[in-house]
């Protein structure tokens, strides 16, 4: 790893709690799988100050591939944003600004290899409903929180469990990591 990548995550990693972030097992996990699936597009919901999207645009850095990231905290994406021009990492990240669900549903076309839920865990269910169809056949989503805020997300894990188009897992990562195939 970078050395600049490395001291910048090991500086956030002083302010998980404040900025929501992912665990740092939860972060190498994501980065390791975009190179195994050699992943070219990934979508992030739910930026913050981009620790996650450092782990993501760092993989894809590697993969020759692209993160769209969206948040609707305009302060925190600044943050994002400068932390990845800091690790050279600009050329590989879309910073959207606004609504998840409106963006998704209105604004993106393409499709995707990978999307990661980490956005308001009461609207996990709808942002299943939107990102479903910019899903690539063979695809993953990954969603986190699941086992810390299981109450709040219990209808998506219900809807993708019994979704007759997914293979699910969820994986023993701090606060519970959700991994859905798409077949
Ligand atoms: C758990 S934090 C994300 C942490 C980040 N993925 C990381 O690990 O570094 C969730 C973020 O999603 C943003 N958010 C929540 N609901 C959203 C929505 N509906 N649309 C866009 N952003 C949202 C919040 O402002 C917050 O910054």
């Known amino acids: 790893m970078e050395t600049k990548l490395k001291s910048t995550l090991e500086a956030l990693e002083k302010t998980t709690e404040e900025y929501w972030n992912i665990s740092r097992q939860t972060g190498n996990?994501?980065?390791?799988l975009i190179?195994?699936?050699?992943?070219?597009?990934?979508?992030?919901?739910?930026?913050?100050?981009?620790?996650?999207?450092?782990?993501?645009a760092s993989a894809l850095k590697e993969t020759n591939g692209h993160l769209t990231t969206i948040e609707y905290w305009e302060k925190r994406q600044c943050l994002a944003r400068k932390y990845i021009e800091d690790c050279g990492l600009s050329n590989y990240v879309t910073f959207l600004t606004g609504q998840a669900y409106d963006i998704i549903k209105n604004d993106l076309k393409d499709m995707y290899d990978l999307v990661f839920i980490d956005a308001n865990k009461q609207e996990y269910l709808s942002f299943f409903?939107?990102?479903?169809?910019?899903?690539?056949?063979?695809?993953?989503?990954?969603?986190?929180?699941?086992?810390?805020?299981?109450?709040?997300?219990?209808?998506?894990?219900?809807?993708?469990?019994?979704?007759?188009?997914?293979?699910?897992?969820?994986?023993?990562?701090?606060?519970?990591?959700?991994?859905?195939?798409?077949?």
């Open 129 to 183: 409903e939107v990102v479903h169809p910019i899903l690539k056949k063979g695809g993953v989503i990954l969603a986190d929180n699941i086992t810390s805020h299981y109450k709040k997300v219990e209808p998506f894990v219900e809807a993708i469990s019994n979704h007759s188009e997914y293979q699910v897992q969820l994986l023993d990562l701090p606060d519970g990591l959700l991994m859905a195939y798409k077949l």
């Open 29 to 32: 996990f994501m980065n390791m």
């Open 35 to 56: 190179k195994i699936m050699d992943a070219k597009k990934v979508l992030e919901l739910g930026t913050s100050n981009g620790y996650s999207a450092l782990w993501l």
